[in-house]
T-cell receptor
Framework: GAVVSQHPSWVICKSGTSVKIECRSL??????MFWYRQFPKQSLMLMAT?????????EQGVEKDKFLINHASLTLSTLTVTSAHPEDSSFYIC?????????????FGSGTQLSVL | RKEVEQDPGPFNVPEGATVAFNCTYS??????FFWYRQDCRKEPKLLMS???SGNEDGRFTAQLNRASQYISLLIRDSKLSDSATYLC????????????FGGGTRVLVKP
């Protein structure tokens, strides 16, 4: 079945640095990718939706200049946390959906645990 | 009111028992509904889609009640391995592919 690969699985960085997280669809064209954040003991919160070749649509309260999303191809989307701070420490996870008729499934990456010191 | 609401639980369930819980949604035009299972610090995994006529997959039964705007999940003969958080997901493709997760219902199956 379709697989979404997310890297890195975990990252520790110093406050003020930027972190890039990659999400790749391995055997299907991901027309839409979603980025979520999950704090401990909370549910996934949608951060943004990105369609290939267009700007991402951010949810209310999510700073687009801080969380840069690029979806330049049908198989790759990236999330860059710019100038990360300890409060950005969280579990980030991507998901993707393809344009296969009748196959409207959502596939998740394995997530990235970000710890900002 | 949240768009998608779930009882956070935890539901403490004796092994072998039946447990059921609901998820309410606010947008009456929502089209697609899913139940996902998430283990701690792992990605959610699709458990089952929810169809208007209701559907069953082994010990799991999902129902959709459009009139009252809720979906339900029932787990029969609970196993220890069923312990997880169950996420209700509403997917509005017509609304720009908007995907909304419920807060999750935690289920703990005990021996």
């Amino acid at each position: 079945g379709a697989v979404v690969s997310q890297h890195p699985s975990w990252v520790i960085c110093k406050s003020g640095t930027s972190v890039k997280i990659e999400c790749r669809s391995l055997d299907f064209q991901a027309t839409t990718m979603f980025w979520y954040r999950q704090f401990p003991k909370q549910s996934l919160m949608l951060m943004a939706t990105s369609n290939e070749g267009s700007k991402a649509t951010y949810e209310q309260g999510v700073e687009k200049d801080k969380f840069l999303i690029n979806h330049a191809s049908l198989t790759l989307s990236t999330l860059t946390v710019t100038s990360a701070h300890p409060e950005d420490s969280s579990f980030y996870i991507c998901s993707a959906t393809g344009a296969l008729p009748g196959n409207e499934k959502l596939f998740f990456g394995s997530g990235t645990q970000l710890s900002v010191l | 009111r949240k768009e998608v609401e779930q009882d956070p639980g935890p539901f403490n369930v004796p092994e072998g028992a039946t447990v059921a819980f609901n998820c309410t949604y606010s947008n009456s035009a929502s089209q697609s509904f899913f139940w996902y299972r998430q283990d701690c610090r792992k990605e959610p995994k699709l458990l089952m889609s929810v169809y208007s006529s209701g559907n069953e997959d082994g010990r799991f039964t999902a129902q959709l009640n459009r009139a009252s705007q809720y979906i339900s999940l029932l787990i029969r003969d609970s196993k220890l391995s069923d312990s997880a958080t169950y996420l209700c997901v509403v997917w509005d493709k017509a609304a720009g592919n908007k995907l909304t997760f419920g807060g999750g219902t935690r289920v703990l199956v005990k021996p």
